[in-house]
């Protein structure tokens, strides 16, 4: 699951946008994902799309760290860039190793991260804000909530119906108890603002902790990002064996870490969002049109 690492970045981006209405946001995104994931994808368009949906969400988990390790854009930070290129270097390497042979093996940090999450919410709620975050809320704007809804959804689909479930209530809980410490403007302000959260929260002294979660959680769906990239570029090549990684993905995978190590966050997750909006759109079409021939 990459959701916890999207959370590092994509709650900030859709509260920049959308403001209060994230909350909305993660809900009909939750939906879209639920609806998408009754049907697979159509043809080598439909594989195309998941492929470069997975290779965007790879370039920004692995931007999570580097982002949460270093500041929060790449613009001349070694610490940034050397970070994002390590995390992409260990995905592959763990990838060949067998990390992804089983879903077992991403069940402890999943586990992890649930428990960190749970304690974020629990340090935002019992910690009354230190002013008024909802004094003069924005205006709806359609615009902001469709983008809130685009930057959500790729982090969401593909999931199990359970772990959809789950993951869009955590995704709830965690914008919930950031918007309720900070309100929407100050969330919006980074990508990496939810440290901005703990400070507000009288909490600095967690930033650390927070800071070695984002890692785990940016390495670890780095990884299964790697794994999946990896069996949609087999799969687009017409090869059976998903296992092996061969040269086209290897060199897509170079420039995911070259574009991590480069370029901000925000890109990456706004490509993400775009991408996974035409996923959906092409295959509910191919869905209506298979009624149709029905």
């Not at 859709?14 to 639920?34: F, R, T």
């Not at 900070?182 to 967690?206: E, I, N, Q």
């Amino acid at each position: 699951m990459s959701l916890p690492a999207g959370l590092f970045l994509i709650l900030a981006v859709a509260a920049s946008w959308a403001g209060w209405w994230l909350l909305a946001a993660v809900v009909l995104a939750g939906c879209l994902a639920w609806v998408t994931g009754r049907s697979k994808p159509r043809g080598r368009g439909g594989e195309l799309l998941a492929a470069v949906r997975e290779w965007s969400l790879f370039v920004s988990s692995a931007a999570v760290p580097a982002a949460y390790l270093g500041s929060a854009t790449a613009s001349a930070d070694i610490t940034y860039v050397a970070v994002a290129l390590v995390v992409v270097l260990v995905a592959v390497a763990a990838d060949a190793f067998g990390a992804n042979r089983s879903d077992r093996s991403s069940r402890w940090p999943v586990a992890l991260l649930g428990v960190a999450a749970a304690a974020f919410v629990a340090v935002c709620v019992a910690i009354p804000p230190a002013a008024s975050t909802t004094a003069s809320p924005e205006p709806f704007s359609p615009i902001g909530l469709i983008v809130a809804v685009v930057v959500v959804l790729p982090w969401l689909m593909g999931l199990s119906p359970v772990r959809l479930t789950i993951g869009t209530v955590a995704a709830l809980a965690v914008g919930a108890a950031a918007l309720y410490q900070v309100g929407p403007v100050r969330l919006g302000l980074s990508v990496t603002s939810l440290r901005d959260v703990l400070a507000a929260a009288d909490a600095a002294a967690l930033t650390p902790m927070l800071v070695a979660v984002a890692v785990l959680a940016g390495l670890t769906s780095a990884v299964a990002c790697a794994g999946r990239l990896r069996q949609a570029g087999n799969r687009l090549a017409g090869r059976d064996d998903t296992g092996r990684w061969r040269g086209a993905t290897l060199v897509a995978v170079g420039g995911a870490g070259v574009w991590a190590a480069v370029f901000d966050p925000l890109p990456a997750v706004l490509l993400a969002g775009v991408v996974a909006l035409i996923e959906v759109i092409h295959r509910l079409a191919g869905r209506a049109g298979a009624a149709d021939r029905g």
